[in-house]
Nanobody, 116 residues
Framework: VQLQASGGGLVQAGGSLRLSCAAS????????MGWFRRAPGKERELVATIGWSGISTSYSDSVKGRFTISRDNAKNTVYLQMNSLKPEDTAVYYCSARKGIEYDYWGQGTLVTVSS
């Protein structure tokens, strides 16, 4: 099982990035998905979740209105569209999959750096 996160990079404040999380070895349509991030010196934060069907989503207050989580089950991929990026969004972003309450599988992370 592998979750491959990609799409991170360096962007100026106010810019946009789109992260992707491609799965192999599991069928993502059976899993709820989440995007987490860990900034330097801070605890890991759950920023967005999406249900298996893609209908149910949730966001942390820190990203609500700027980030959008989506999924394409046919492509076995989950996305995180990040707009109006701020320097405080700088972090390593991880995708994760769960069937129950706990997140079972984790990607390796992709670094997002937002310059001011």
């Amino acid at each position: 099982v592998q979750l491959q996160a990609s799409g991170g990079g360096l962007v100026q404040a106010g810019g946009s990035l789109r992260l992707s999380c491609a799965a192999s070895g599991l069928t993502l349509s059976s899993y709820g998905m989440g995007w987490f991030r860990r900034a330097p010196g801070k605890e890991r934060e759950l920023v967005a979740t999406i249900g298996w069907s893609g209908i149910s989503t949730s966001y942390s207050d820190s990203v609500k209105g700027r980030f959008t989580i989506s999924r394409d089950n046919a492509k076995n991929t989950v996305y995180l569209q990040m707009n109006s990026l701020k320097p405080e969004d700088t972090a390593v972003y991880y995708c994760s999959a769960r069937k129950g309450i706990e997140y079972d599988y984790w990607g390796q992370g992709t670094l997002v750096t937002v310059s001011s």
